[in-house]
């Protein structure tokens, strides 16, 4: 069982805005990075320590945190968004990387 | 610029060991860095399995026991992992990862992944 929660699905209206959480114990003390992957592909890092961006990730994607709950949201949601969203981060110990259950975004 | 290349049997018997190995390029093994290996049975979600330093030092995660051996070969500039006693829930992708230290970015990189399946 994962240690960090997500909402199984989302969806959003082309255009409009969503945010996607991660809720975990371990997050109150380190932050969260966020993958998405595509089908038959490979996830890629979109957002780390909780709201930077790779080079190449639009602007349009952002992190934020609070307490135990990590968020990732897209403004201005595209259809090329559609994809399975994952946050990341430590365990309790400090050690080990732990993933949440994933959200799939659907993009209406 | 940086790719990580998967590689394994395909096929795996139940009760055998499974042995990948990621190739690196692009960056040094030698090279202050984390390498980690998570997979993706199908399906379902990522789960992370183990992570390798420059200096050697390893972690794993619990849920494996003593099933899990990460290593690398320096001369090689590859990455190893070894899953023991392996059953079909151990089919899925398998991913080799690296943290993009010039950003200080965890799991930076991944490769294409390379799917294992454990059947008689």
């Known amino acids: 069982s994962s240690e960090l929660t997500q909402d199984p699905t989302v969806s959003v209206a082309l255009g409009q805005t969503v945010t996607i959480t991660c809720q975990g114990d371990?997050?109150?003390?380190?932050?969260a990075n966020w993958f998405q992957q595509k089908p038959g592909q490979a996830p890629i890092l979109v957002i780390y320590?909780?709201?930077n961006r790779p080079s190449g990730i639009p602007d349009r994607f952002s992190g934020s945190s609070s307490g135990d709950t990590a968020s990732l949201t897209i403004t201005g949601a595209q259809a090329e968004d559609e994809a399975d969203y994952y946050c990341?981060?430590?365990?309790?110990?400090?050690?080990?990387?732990?993933f949440g259950g994933g959200t799939k975004l659907t993009v209406l | 610029q940086v790719q990580l290349q998967e590689s394994g049997p395909g096929l795996v018997k139940p009760s055998g060991t499974l042995s990948l190995t990621c190739a690196v390029s692009?960056?040094?093994?030698?090279?202050?860095?984390?390498w980690s290996w998570v997979r993706q049975p199908p399906g379902k979600g990522l789960e992370f399995l183990a992570q390798?330093?420059?200096?050697?030092?390893?972690n794993y995660n619990p849920s494996f026991k003593s099933r899990l051996t990460i290593s690398a070969d320096r001369s090689k500039n590859q990455i190893f992992l070894k899953l023991n006693s392996v059953t079909a829930a151990d089919t899925a992708v398998y991913y080799c990862?690296?943290?993009?230290?010039?950003?200080?970015?965890?799991?930076?990189?991944w490769g294409q992944g390379t799917l294992v399946t454990v059947s008689s």
């Open positions: 692009g960056g040094s093994v030698t090279s202050p860095n984390w």
């Open positions: 990862c690296m943290d993009d230290v010039t950003v200080g970015a965890t799991l930076g990189y």
């Open positions: 371990s997050l109150g003390t380190y932050y």
């Open positions: 990341n981060t430590r365990d309790s110990s400090g050690i080990h990387l732990v």
């Open positions: 390798v330093n420059h200096g050697g030092y390893t």
């Open positions: 320590t909780k709201n």
